[in-house]
């Protein structure tokens, strides 16, 4: 298993404004993953952070507006760009570890006025 | 179209009547399939995996089966404390190699004392 945590845990944010939330696992692992599970939805999953390149990400969503760093195995951030209303959600950081089980922070709940 | 689809969205029980919720999938190549628990506030805790038709995994008061096309989270006796959504994904294998989840929208579970 892995242990996860993520800062901040919640905040308030004013439109235009970004925030970058921190992801820290507690082993080196070599996939990690970014979510955003909006009211009522699933998981979406916004793109996965790669140690040494550019992170992948999913179709709707681009580096300008989640920019994610990866500087080692046990750490990432991913920021929230000039934020607006909509990107009112909860942030997910995940992990996979061997065998392919697959395990997620906390979550950053994150409020745009 | 929804790749992967949970039912109920909501299921109330009295503490001790079994039920069962269900997923169902479109997906071709499955790679695994996952449920997941998620408390309030929280990220989505890991319960089981199961990879092929027949299988079954047990964790206290819950079992997951698998068929061709779907998978059952079977509660027995449930108590308040099983109160929580519960998610399922499949995986599949997507573009450049990587296997990437998909994840319902997830049953809302309510045991009631």
């Known amino acids: 298993s892995a242990v996860i945590s993520q800062k901040p845990s919640r905040d308030i944010c004013q439109r235009g404004t970004s925030l970058t939330i921190q992801c820290q696992v507690d082993s080196q692992v070599t996939m990690m993953f970014w979510y955003r599970q909006q009211p009522g939805q699933s998981l979406t999953l916004i793109a996965t952070a790669n140690q040494g390149s550019e992170a992948t990400y999913e179709s709707g969503f681009v580096i300008d507006k989640f920019p994610i760093s990866r500087p080692n195995l046990t750490f990432s951030t991913l920021t929230v760009s000039n934020m607006s209303p909509e990107d009112s959600s909860i942030y997910l950081c995940?992990?996979?570890?061997?065998?392919?089980?697959?395990?997620f922070g906390p979550g950053t709940r994150l409020t745009v006025l | 179209e929804d790749q992967v689809t949970q039912s109920p969205e909501a299921l109330r029980l009295q503490e001790g009547e079994s039920s069962s919720l269900n997923c169902s999938y479109t997906?071709?190549?499955?790679?695994?399939l996952f449920w997941y628990r998620q408390d309030p506030g929280k990220g989505p805790e890991f319960l089981f995996t199961?990879?092929?038709a027949g299988e079954e995994k047990e964790k206290e008061r819950l079992k997951a089966t698998l068929t061709k096309k779907e998978s059952f989270l079977h509660i027995t006796a449930p108590k308040p404390e099983d109160s929580a959504t519960y998610l399922c994904?499949?995986?599949?294998?997507?573009?450049?190699?990587?296997?990437?989840?998909?994840f319902g929208r997830g049953t809302s579970l309510i045991v009631h004392p």
């Open positions: 994904a499949v995986r599949m294998h997507a573009s450049g190699g990587s296997y990437i989840p998909t």
């Open positions: 199961l990879y092929s």
């Open positions: 995940s992990v996979r570890t061997a065998p392919n089980e697959q395990f």
């Open positions: 997906v071709s190549g499955l790679r695994g």
